[in-house]
């Protein structure tokens, strides 16, 4: 009897998290499963510290909506969502009414039925639970006039803004004058992958840039590390740097970029997309961009390069970065590609009488020719643009990331407000 009491006695003071819980596990700590799963709006029975199937089947609920393995068990990744006062990714839901339509409901919440994903072609009923999330939408501010307007003009269908910085140039005098939420986005004029080498094996190149983070973040909301960059020999330096730069900063937002391109950790090093993932925040996600032959707003491709980050990185952290210019190139030349905006390559378009055509894997783009030269433009339709932001939806992403102001076609602002319920401010 004393045994049995003891078994209780421990149950009894167990906390969230010390264990993994599964159907048929009794104790306090099942009980404040329970009671966060309640609080974020899901329905796991009364909160009797009785792990049955009513938890279980809001559990499944909680792990399909977050993207996480459904198997109605509370393990890691679970907790470490649960222990949060604020889910990252807010989960909405309404009830449908009698005698209400999906228009009717979508302008409640100020949205298009493209926010409702699961349910925009099919037939609603009454009772029926909708359920879509707020998400964050993003977009590089560069210190130019273009950008500016852009910001000022949609600031109210914004999260906020990244503001690039080099820190070899030191923190732009404007940065505070910027309204609503700013992330410091730290890029490097030089050789990037000098330069981040530099920082990661330098002690004291790396002191004075921990104390430039410093200066930037009490005057911003958090840091981004654009670095594409990272050496396959610094892949366990820079998981290192990072853990500390997350411990320096606290509260403050700490994102990382990742694309497919970066070394993945094996015998030989490189990076651990997991564990660089669990010492941040959130994960910007990227399509290579250094060559104009290989990029472009292309839903295969983002879907293909979302599949791959999901084996590593939980879907509540990724925001997806989607270039909103146009580039055009000599094919002689192709690395001396030319950013355009959406208004410049439309202008060049028209000018040159460029022509569609495709390449020999199926992209799109256009040909012309300048001064007896052949040259290629390439540009994202708004149709393309409708695909890729569908995909932050059916993936529950965190957001996107417009890359950069000032640059895109004007008519995707009221694309963004159909798809998503914006979140306006962190």
Known sequence: MRGREAVLSRKRNLSLGSRVLKIGARGADVGQ?????????????????????LTQEALEFFQRDYRLRIDGIAGREVFELLKQDKLPVTRRVHVVQPGETLAEIAGKYQVGPEAFFDHHQKTIYPGLQLVFFDREVWGVHPFDLPGS????????????????????????????????????QIEFASEELVSTHTVLTKRKVRKNFFKFIKEVSAVTDG?????????????????RFLRRLKKQLGSKRLLIALTLKMPRWN?????????????????????????????????????????????????????????????????????????????????????????????????AFYRYFYQGEEWRLQI?????????????????????????????????????????????KL
């Open 267 to 363: 015998l030989l090093g490189g990076i651990d997309f997991t564990q660089v993932s669990r010492a941040v925040d959130q994960v910007v996600i990227k399509l290579d961009t250094s060559d104009p032959n290989s990029f472009g707003v292309d839903k295969n491709r983002y879907e293909h390069l979302i599949h791959h980050m999901l084996n590593s990185v939980p879907a509540y952290k990724i925001l997806l970065s989607i270039p909103v210019w146009g580039a055009a190139w000599n094919p002689t030349e192709p690395a001396a590609w030319e950013r355009l905006s959406h208004s410049q390559a439309l202008t060049t378009i028209f000018r040159h009488g460029a022509r569609p055509d495709r390449d020999e894997e199926g992209a």
């Open 149 to 184: 307007s852009s910001f000022d003009t949609n600031q109210d269908l914004m999260t906020g803004v990244f503001i690039p910085i080099n820190p070899e140039a030191g923190i732009p005098s404007r940065l505070k004058s910027i309204p609503g939420s700013k992330i410091a």
């Open 380 to 424: 994202t339709s708004l149709d393309q643009l409708n695909e890729v932001i569908a995909l932050v939806n059916r993936y529950n992403l965190a957001g996107i990331v417009l890359d950069r102001l000032g640059d895109e076609d004007k008519r995707l602002w009221p694309k963004l407000a159909s798809h998503f319920s914006i979140r306006r």
């Open 223 to 239: 840091i981004y590390l654009a670095w594409e960059q990272i050496s396959r020999v610094d892949g366990f330096r820079y998981l």
């Open 33 to 53: 499963l329970q009671q966060k799963l309640k609080s974020f709006g899901y329905e796991p029975g009364p909160v009797d510290h009785v792990f049955g199937y």
